[in-house]
């Protein structure tokens, strides 16, 4: 059984359909990267399976159980998925440590005490045990990122959600939050992370998932996926890449 | 030629500003009760409820207070419900500023960016969690300056009540003016008390606006 099952999974904003019937499984452990041209629905994709867009048809099963459209469907699902932003979305008004203990507290019902020693614990874990009483605005833009990274994991989701987590970031603060995303991964964290760094995907992720227009294009190993692109589209999109570099 | 010392026109003055406090205060307190639930509302995403609060408001916005004060005064007794000017004049005021607060209010909780809705969805909260720990606490800081400003216009809104008859500060100016016949200086004085009342609410606001930290921008 799968952690996660996407079944024909349809989305449209209008008259636009962005998702165009996506079927993905998500095998625990497994660290999948959504690749793609900007527009071809990724984060759409991703918003999806953290149930902050409501799709138009499909299944999601989350640990073989389906969610339906109930409240308590909707936060066992984001109990399970926890997701990281490109704008790192965390509230300016808590410190690194209050961002972090705040869900733990409010939506598991954990007291202060054991709130505080998860967050403390996973802030350690991104490297920021010395900033931990520091505002947002007081914390660089790579600092802050990987406090909203502690903050998902601070819920014990089985699945992390990372949509282009380095792309609002200055170039010097892209690999302190990549490596915490390496380290995860090689502790065995399942992660879905949309992302443009190729070197990164292809040296972490088990899996590449190639989107075009709204449908799953192609997707294997990265390896294969790199080195013999079977369709025209991926193989554009990967010259592309090398072109630009 | 009048009775009426400059002392005794201060000293009356100062005696009906007491009530022009009052009245600000209850109308202030009592409209920032009713403005919470009426922003409740109208965030909350039912949209009956939405278009209500926002008919409210406007009807406020788009009618002068005076005529708002004469609804209730004179409105109310052909219902069978008499009201005193005190009454009326506190019920009139509370709802001009329940509409105005609750469209202040309203611009703060909008100016909170979606990321942040978001954010604490993704972590599990529901409506209630997230405006209570998210962004009721963040447009709080926001709105404190711009609230503390409006409270100078309904200290100075006060003022309409006397055409109703109910004795604040400027009904009391009138009643000595008919009595000294002096009324540059009377209103002069009015003018005064107003203003120390004012004043100081519009720099408290500044001074809140210059301090505001740890809020998204
Ligand atoms: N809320 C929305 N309302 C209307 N259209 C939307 C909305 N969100 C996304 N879209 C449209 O859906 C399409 C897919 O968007 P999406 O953000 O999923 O793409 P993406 O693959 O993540 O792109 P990028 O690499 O630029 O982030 C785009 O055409 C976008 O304009
Ligand atoms: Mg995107």
New interface residues.
């Given amino acids: 059984m799968s952690l996660v099952e996407l079944h024909a999974i349809y989305k449209s904003f209008g008259e636009l359909e962005v998702l165009k019937g996506i079927d993905l499984r998500i095998e625990e452990g497994q660290v999948i990267a959504l690749i793609g041209r900007s527009g071809s629905g990724k984060s759409t994709l991703l918003r999806a399976i953290n149930g902050l867009e409501t799709i138009n048809d499909g299944t999601i099963m989350v640990a073989g159980k389906k969610v339906g459209d109930r409240d308590t469907d909707l936060l066992t699902l984001r109990l399970n998925v926890g997701m990281v932003f490109q704008q790192f979305n965390l509230f300016p008004h808590y410190t690194a440590l209050e961002n972090v203990m705040l869900s733990p507290q409010v939506v598991k019902k954990l007291s202060k005490a054991e709130a505080k020693e998860v967050a403390e614990e996973m802030l350690i874990k991104v490297g920021l045990s010395d900033k931990m009483l520091h505002y947002p605005d007081q914390l660089s833009g790579g600092q802050q990122q990987r406090v909203a990274i502690a903050r998902a994991l601070a819920m014990k989701p089985r699945v992390l959600l990372c949509d282009e987590v380095t792309s609002a970031l200055d170039p010097e603060l892209v690999n302190e939050v990549l490596a915490v995303v390496r380290q995860l991964a090689e502790e065995g964290m399942t992660l879905v992370m949309v992302t443009h760094e190729m070197r990164f995907a292809r040296e972490v992720c088990d899996k590449l998932v190639f989107m075009h227009q709204g449908r799953i294009h192609e997707s294997g190993a990265p390896e294969d996926v790199f080195a013999n692109p079977k369709t025209p589209e991926l193989a554009n999109f990967v010259g592309g890449l090398a072109g630009a570099a | 030629m009048s009775e009426f010392t400059l002392w005794d026109i201060v000293y009356n003055l100062a005696l009906a500003a007491r009530w022009t406090v009052l009245l600000s205060l209850t109308a202030f307190v009592l409209g920032g009760g009713v403005g919470l639930l009426l922003l409740m509302a109208r965030t909350a995403g039912n949209p009956w409820a939405m278009r209500l609060v926002r008919g409210y408001v406007e009807l406020f916005q788009g009618t002068p207070l005076l005529m708002q004060l004469f609804i209730v005064f004179f409105g109310l007794p052909l219902i069978g419900i008499d009201v005193s000017p005190w009454v009326a004049a506190m019920l009139g005021l509370t709802l001009f500023t329940s509409a105005f607060l609750t469209e202040i209010w309203r611009g703060c909780v909008e100016s909170i960016?979606f990321?942040?809705w978001?954010?604490?969805?993704?972590?599990?909260?529901?409506f209630r969690?997230q405006m209570r720990?998210?962004i009721l606490?963040?447009a709080l800081?926001i709105a404190v300056p711009p609230t503390v400003g409006f409270s100078v216009q309904v200290v100075k809104g006060t003022a309409v009540a006397s055409i109703i008859g109910f004795v604040e500060l400027t009904k009391a100016g009138t009643m000595i003016t008919n009595a000294t016949y002096a009324p540059f200086t009377v209103y002069g004085c009015v003018a005064v008390f107003y203003f120390l009342i004012c004043y100081p609410l519009s720099l408290y606001a500044r001074h809140l606006e210059g301090k505001l930290r740890?809020?998204?921008r």
């Fill in positions: 960016g990321g942040q978001e954010a604490s969805a993704s972590l599990g909260m529901n969690q720990y998210i606490p963040q800081r740890h809020v998204a």
